[in-house]
Structure formats: C-alpha cells, structure tokens
C-alpha cells in the first residue's frame, strides 16, 4: 500500500501539467503595470493573453511554430521587451510589414492616409513632444510597429533605441479580455474598502 502522501501528490500532477499548458501555450493572466494604454487599459487592470493566437511558441527557446495568423492593425499585443528580456510589454499593432508610417502633430498616418484611431489618448502638454513628430519608416518584413494608445506616455515603437520594429517572433500574444480590474490606489491594508476597489463595470471587457 502507497504511503496517503504519495497517492495525494501523484493526483496533483494532471492538474499542474493542465495548468502548465493553458498557461504556456493557451492563455496568460497579466497584470497592467503603467498608464500607457490608457484608455483601453488601466493600471490594476488583469488581463488574458491568447498566446495562440499567432502560432505556437516555445517557452524558454521563444521558438514559434504554426504560425499561421499574423498580427494586424488594431490588435493590442503582447511581447518581449528587448531591452530586458525579463518584461513584457504591451502595446497597438498600428503598422505591419510594409506599412509607411509617419505621425504629424500628433496625427498617425499610415501609407501616406490620415488613420482614425478612437483609442488613441493625447495630451497637450506644455509646447511641442519629442514624439508629436516621427517618421515615415517603412516597416520590415517580419515586424510591426506598435504604439501605446496613451500617445504622450508611452515606451514604444517611436523610440528607435529602445523598442523601434518588433520582431515577430517576440510576441507573447494577443490581449483579448479584462478579466479582472481594481483600483490600486486602495490600500492593501484597507481591507474595509477591497469592495469599493473593484471596478465592477470592466470586468470581463473584451479589448479592442
């Protein structure tokens, strides 16, 4: 007879090799750190990352297979911040392979057309931004390029240096829902006021 123990541990190891899986190759829970999506996304919101939704990749080795979707305009993304490969990102595809793009005093323009983005998030601050002005670029085969929605406060593909063109094989994935959201300006030692922190009304919010 099998010490309890051991019966116990060996009935855990399904449940972890499915966990494992959702979360290597299916679904990833984030957690929204910086305002730079703002509106679409706050910080405090949690979020599920489809990590099919371009092909299959490889934990550790970041190898992709099955590629078969590839990431279009309008898609808020996940990836691999190269700069430390120990964060992730995330932004909005707003050019992919072959794309013009150019932004004039604020405005994007994508293969020499003015783009409406909705989403977008402009501030004014006082005088002109480094970023107001960028471009045109042309975007490489096997990359995109992607802004945060929130225009004046944003790390990303503006900033050549740092993000510039993504690679494809660098996305994690592709945001599609707010599962959970709260306030982070509530104290964790106010546990009185957890109810009030919550904000009902975005949870589960598909993200467009």
Known sequence: MQPWWLDWT???FPVIAVVFILRSFLFEPFKIPSGSMIPTLLVGDFILVNKFAYGIRVPIRGTRYLGWFKPDRGDVIVF???EDRDKDFIKRVVGIPG???EIRHK???RNGGKI???WAWRTEPEGPAPRDNFGPVTVPEGHVFALGDNRNN???SR???AVGFIPIENLVGRAEVVFFSVDT???AWAFWEWPFAVRWSRLFRSIS
Do not use: T
Request: net charge negative.
């Open 159 to 161: 900033i050549m240096s």
């Open 99 to 101: 794309d013009r793009i």
């Open 116 to 118: 409406d983005e909705p």
């Open 185 to 187: 300006s509530v104290e």
């Open 107 to 109: 405005i994007l323009y």
């Open 80 to 82: 691999v911040y190269p």
């Open 10 to 12: 060996a009935g855990l």
């Open 154 to 156: 944003s790390l990303d």
